[in-house]
Antibody, heavy 117, light 110 residues
Framework: EVQLVESGGGLVQPGGSLRLSCAAS????????MSWVRQAPGKGLEWVSVIYSGGSTYYADSVKGRFTISRDNSKNTLYLQMNSLRTEDTAVYYC???????????WGQGTLVTVSS | QSVLTQPPSASGTPGQRVTISCSGSSSNIGSNYVYWYQQLPGTAPKLLIY???QRPSGVPDRFSGSKSGTSASLAISGLRSEDEADYYC???????????FGGGTKLTVL
């Protein structure tokens, strides 16, 4: 059974950093396309980043240069390093296993990141 | 302002057929697959349609997807009260080199 469990969310001040983790089971992270998608309170879905099985990465313009997606094959875990956080980064962050270059077939439960002073 | 445009709301009565539209451009819907999600309150999104018109196993055949040019649609037939949720469309955008979502449509079952 495919499972994704996010952790690492919390309250951080503007300009601060946070690293989100997504522990996967039931499949191999490194063999799949994996994404982070976020949802601000009361708002719609916003794609954040993707890492392909080959290692290529892509980012939304809103986070480019501040966020880094990565994976640890030995731990079968996906990460999102978030630096220079802004209040507008406040959201529930979901990790997801993708169908292909778009479309996420499995989602974690989400972890809340709150950026506030 | 979302790259893909959806109506903010839709409604129907039990048993009815409703459609939700998603409008894009040549760089996203016009040249790539469309995906649809259902999100119930307080839960993660659930994939309903992938590659424009394919249903994952477990998704009832009451849900169907179509695409024509730079627009796509999600149709729900035999509407049920449990279909009340937010629905989102999504596609890859070649110009942005990233995924783009619609703003979401809140479906109300009257």
């Amino acid at each position: 059974e495919v499972q994704l469990v996010e952790s690492g969310g919390g309250l951080v001040q503007p300009g601060g950093s946070l690293r989100l983790s997504c522990a996967a089971s039931g499949f191999t992270v490194s063999s799949n396309y994996m994404s982070w998608v976020r949802q601000a309170p009361g708002k719609g879905l916003e794609w954040v980043s993707v890492i392909y099985s080959g290692g290529s990465t892509y980012y939304a313009d809103s986070v480019k240069g501040r966020f880094t997606i990565s994976r640890d094959n030995s731990k079968n875990t996906l990460y999102l390093q978030m630096n220079s956080l802004r209040t507008e980064d406040t959201a529930v962050y979901y990790c997801a296993k993708d169908v292909d270059s778009s479309g996420s077939s499995y989602w974690g439960q989400g972890t809340l990141v709150t950026v506030s002073s | 302002q979302s790259v893909l445009t959806q109506p903010p709301s839709a409604s129907g009565t039990p048993g009815q057929r409703v459609t939700i539209s998603c409008s894009g451009s040549s760089s996203n819907i016009g040249s790539n697959y469309v995906y649809w999600y259902q999100q119930l309150p307080g839960t993660a999104p659930k994939l309903l349609i992938y590659r424009s018109n394919q249903r994952p196993s477990g998704v009832p055949d009451r849900f169907s997807g179509s695409k024509s040019g730079t627009s796509a649609s999600l149709a729900i037939s035999g509407l049920r009260s449990e279909d009340e949720a937010d629905y989102y469309c999504e596609a890859w955008d070649d110009s942005l080199s990233g995924r783009v979502f619609g703003g979401g449509t809140k479906l109300t079952v009257l």
